[in-house]
């Protein structure tokens, strides 16, 4: 095809086009936002000629006290955008250290996010811009030029909760073609996440991807399961359609989840080319997910060798009604006697759960029961998740 | 844990998160939006007390014209939202008939999406907000309380690009675990798209697992590669990282994908438990993708028993140079008299492609090539797509 040709192709195709794909044409020049530069600053931009104030607020930035009903707390940082004479925005932030940030706009109060950048990540009911500096830690979230896994959405039948239900299924390099068994790690997201939310905010098959390619971590598969049990899917993609998703969804915390959860190991463990003993399976998970991974592993006190527990909700319950609440220490006090390799805790500094984790770690060092841990600066962030991730993940079936 | 301790742990999680989540807690009311109204009216709705002018622009509304640089062209419909007193902006719409629809809104000129609505679809770099009235056709684009399929995401080699390439895959409800082997219908999306255009824009596995729980679709593998030979994955999924996605990548129509698609099909009839002959074998795509299965088809005259042109790019082309290109009449003179079951043609009567698809009608009418034809309203856009997807697809291996 000529190239003229193909120029004709292009503008009878943006005639049909939405109205921004035809301002992106016809309205002017190309705006390129974010613009990570060289010295690892980033400059962000945004078109609004008629706009008063344009300012940009994201975790790249240093968090600011904001007041609220429940009092003073710490929110994301802001800065204000300076315009030039075609009316375009720009920002440029100080070199920043190698992580990936999330971002949106604040124009004349209004939140929107960045129409120069398609990439999204929704948390719970909230979408924000992302990039990614690398040069650093991040790299591993990147997606680099290296044999890759393959990521699964497939629906599971459980029979405990009477319903088919959909979980995200990594499997590493090479699986489909080895004959070899693989370990398994369940990662269970927190409160507001489901199937979706390792992939998409945690990264996790960029970073089992970049760390088993360094010889870093063992082959392994990945189940990430939806914790939420009155959902079949992550909102949208289950027979609820549509909605609004909200922080908890009902039955999250009630150990329906827990007292079900061995229906995923079985469909795993017969569906999957995977090693079923104690030794080859792994359990973790942040927040809610790391009160499901502390209940599911004491509950089956002998089924996983390796328990991850990230900033985990671990909160005061003695009153629980769920039978899987029942006798905590005597479930646990087994868990330590059958032994186990590896009880991961990982918590920030400054996350509101830091003297919850504190507490749990002065109950297990008065049991003996032996645990590793890791302090993080920072609080209750998929940037520490990140990270615990990448920490963990290297510890498992060696 | 009690109702107290889980509205406490919600709280000082939203202590944590970003400030537009704080702002749903602590703003003030909670808005719906959209919110599809018993009569499949749709109200939109949004929060901008100091908004003077709020508009909503989608393809539900009659379609308006804009002025460009190339003449006046169809533009989508706008209709302005009226304000309450509580700075809340409202519009209600027409019942709608059933379809999946976008829209996004313009705030005092700002185009921004719905902060309401999680649920996007990006088209080449613009993202917009979908939903879905039901009903009627659209109910096979929804999530359904059937069996599903399994999507996956996967990497594959292809010697002739010398590169890994992601590609998605669709197998049917019952792949993992039936001995049966399956037929093969290869999908190729537009310029623009990527291996996720299909299943975000095109709804490919929704459509796929209703057809076959109703009975209308022989349970099949879909597979959709990346057409895109300069791509490794789409945009963002790739070793090119994150960065605004163009119409046309380069190279995207100049004989390299066509010439190397023998790969793709290597890779799946080694990898999958498929059928392997032609009457097994099926290809379409719409727009560009019609122009690859078009070359692709009569390339290798005698693969496909069964091709589709969804609103085919057959644009006058005697100049192109790739080898693929030789010879057109006398590949496909070829491949007519090694016969195939279905020649499908789809196109909207205001495709810009409309008279290219009708002179292509023509040609075969005089070489004598059979083929069925379809003929919609609208033109070079999803929705049909979609339609010609529903209509082509219980048409195969039968």
Same mark, same amino acid.
């Given at each position: 095809?000529?190239?003229?040709?193909?120029?004709?192709?292009?503008?009878?195709?943006?005639?049909?086009?939405?109205?921004?794909?035809?301002?992106?044409?016809?309205?002017?020049?190309?705006?390129?936002?974010?613009?990570?530069?060289?010295?690892?600053?980033?400059?962000?931009?945004?078109?609004?000629?008629?706009?008063?104030?344009?300012?940009?607020?994201?975790? #790249? *930035?240093?968090?600011?006290?904001?007041?609220?009903?429940?009092?003073?707390?710490? %929110?994301? $940082? +802001? &800065?204000? !955008?300076? @315009?030039?004479?075609?009316?375009?925005?720009?920002?440029?932030?100080?070199?920043?250290?190698?992580?990936?940030?999330?971002?949106?706009?604040?124009?004349?109060?209004?939140?929107?996010?960045?129409?120069?950048?398609? #990439? *999204?990540?929704?948390?719970?009911?909230?979408?924000?811009?992302?990039?990614?500096? %690398?040069? $650093? +830690? &991040?790299? !591993?979230? @990147?997606?680099?030029?290296?044999?890759?896994?393959?990521?699964?959405?497939?629906?599971?039948?459980?029979?405990?909760?009477?319903?088919?239900?959909?979980?995200?299924?990594?499997?590493?390099?090479?699986?489909?073609?080895?004959?070899?068994?693989?370990?398994?790690?369940?990662?269970?997201?927190?409160?507001? %996440?489901?199937?979706? &939310?390792?992939?998409?905010?945690?990264?996790?098959?960029?970073?089992?991807?970049?760390?088993?390619?360094?010889?870093?971590?063992?082959?392994?598969?990945?189940?990430?399961?939806?914790?939420?049990?009155?959902?079949?899917?992550?909102?949208?993609?289950?027979?609820?359609?549509?909605?609004?998703?909200?922080?908890?969804?009902?039955?999250?915390?009630?150990?329906?989840?827990?007292?079900?959860?061995?229906?995923?190991?079985?469909?795993?463990?017969?569906?999957?080319?995977?090693?079923?003993?104690?030794?080859?399976?792994?359990?973790?998970?942040?927040?809610?997910?790391?009160?499901?991974?502390?209940?599911?592993?004491?509950?089956?006190?002998?089924?996983?060798?390796?328990?991850?527990?990230?900033?985990?909700?671990?909160?005061?319950?003695?009153?629980?009604?769920?039978?899987?609440?029942?006798?905590?220490?005597?479930?646990?006090?087994?868990?330590?006697?059958?032994?186990?390799?590896?009880?991961?805790?990982?918590?920030?500094?400054?996350?509101?759960?830091?003297?919850?984790?504190?507490?749990?770690?002065?109950?297990?060092?008065?049991?003996?029961?032996?645990?590793?841990?890791?302090?993080?600066?920072?609080?209750?962030?998929?940037?520490?998740?990140?990270?615990?991730?990448?920490?963990?993940?290297?510890?498992?079936?060696?």
């Amino acid at each position: 095809m000529k190239k003229l040709n193909v120029l004709i192709f292009v503008l009878l195709i943006l005639m049909e086009l939405s109205a921004s794909a035809q301002q992106a044409l016809f309205g002017g020049q190309e705006i390129k936002s974010p613009e990570i530069n060289a010295d690892n600053s980033v400059t962000f931009r945004f078109n609004a000629p008629d706009a008063k104030l344009v300012v940009v607020t994201g975790d #790249f *930035l240093p968090t600011e006290k904001i007041t609220t009903p429940m009092g003073e707390m710490d %929110g994301p $940082g +802001k &800065a204000a !955008l300076s @315009k030039d004479d075609k009316g375009i925005w720009t920002f440029t932030s100080e070199p920043l250290g190698s992580e990936l940030y999330g971002y949106s706009f604040i124009v004349d109060g209004l939140s929107t996010t960045d129409p120069n950048n398609p #990439f *999204l990540n929704r948390d719970v009911a909230s979408v924000t811009n992302i990039f990614i500096v %690398g040069g $650093g +830690k &991040a790299d !591993l979230y @990147k997606v680099n030029d290296i044999p890759h896994g393959t990521v699964s959405k497939r629906w599971y039948d459980s029979p405990g909760l009477k319903m088919d239900r959909r979980m995200t299924i990594y499997t590493p390099p090479g699986y489909e073609t080895s004959k070899e068994k693989y370990p398994v790690l369940y990662l269970l997201h927190g409160a507001g %996440g489901d199937e979706e &939310a390792w992939m998409n905010l945690g990264r996790a098959s960029q970073i089992l991807d970049n760390l088993i390619a360094q010889g870093k971590v063992k082959p392994m598969i990945v189940v990430m399961p939806n914790g939420n049990v009155s959902q079949d899917a992550a909102p949208g993609e289950g027979s609820d359609g549509f909605y609004k998703p909200q922080f908890m969804a009902p039955q999250t915390m009630d150990g329906t989840y827990e007292a079900n959860f061995m229906d995923i190991v079985k469909f795993v463990e017969s569906n999957y080319r995977v090693k079923t003993d104690k030794a080859d399976r792994a359990i973790a998970g942040l927040s809610m997910g790391g009160f499901h991974s502390f209940h599911i592993s004491r509950y089956y006190p002998n089924t996983f060798d390796y328990v991850g527990l990230f900033s985990a909700a671990l909160m005061p319950r003695e009153d629980a009604t769920g039978k899987v609440y029942n006798d905590i220490d005597g479930t646990l006090k087994k868990q330590m006697e059958n032994g186990y390799k590896l009880y991961w805790i990982g918590i920030g500094k400054t996350d509101f759960l830091y003297d919850a984790n504190k507490e749990f770690r002065q109950k297990l060092d008065g049991m003996g029961m032996k645990y590793s841990y890791t302090e993080t600066e920072g609080g209750h962030i998929w940037r520490n998740w990140r990270v615990y991730l990448s920490e963990f993940t290297p510890l498992l079936f060696k």
